[in-house]
Nanobody
Framework: QVQLAESGGGLVQAGGSLRLSCTAS????????MAWYRQAPGAPRELIAS????????YPNSLLEGRFTITRNNHENTVYLQLNNLRPGDTAVYYC????????WGQGTQVTVSS
């Protein structure tokens, strides 16, 4: 079955960085678009970025594109999200997803940014 396991979240001071990882199993990762989302308390889940099987990236929010970077390693079945220059407003649970329309989500990893 499809499994997505995020890791790398934690507590960081404003201006700091984190690297989130999502390791996938149960499907052919190398031909699958992957995506990262986040959900802050009381807010809807929002798409941060997606990456195609060959590495084409899409950032719907240009303000995040300058600080967040999505990459993937098809040999390791892992998609990454590099978070730089973090702000308190980035505090949220971060999720990876198989594609952008499926119902396959990871369990999420908490990112908390202190001021």
């Amino acid at each position: 079955q499809v499994q997505l396991a995020e890791s790398g979240g934690g507590l960081v001071q404003a201006g700091g960085s984190l690297r989130l990882s999502c390791t996938a199993s149960g499907f052919t990762f190398s031909i699958t678009t992957m995506a990262w989302y986040r959900q802050a308390p009381g807010a809807p889940r929002e798409l941060i970025a997606s990456i195609s099987s060959v590495g084409n990236v899409y950032y719907p929010n240009s303000l995040l594109e300058g600080r967040f970077t999505i990459t993937r390693n098809n040999h390791e079945n892992t998609v990454y999200l590099q978070l730089n220059n973090l702000r308190p407003g980035d505090t949220a649970v971060y999720y990876c997803r198989r594609g952008t329309t499926t119902n396959y989500w990871g369990q999420g990893t908490q990112v908390t940014v202190s001021s």
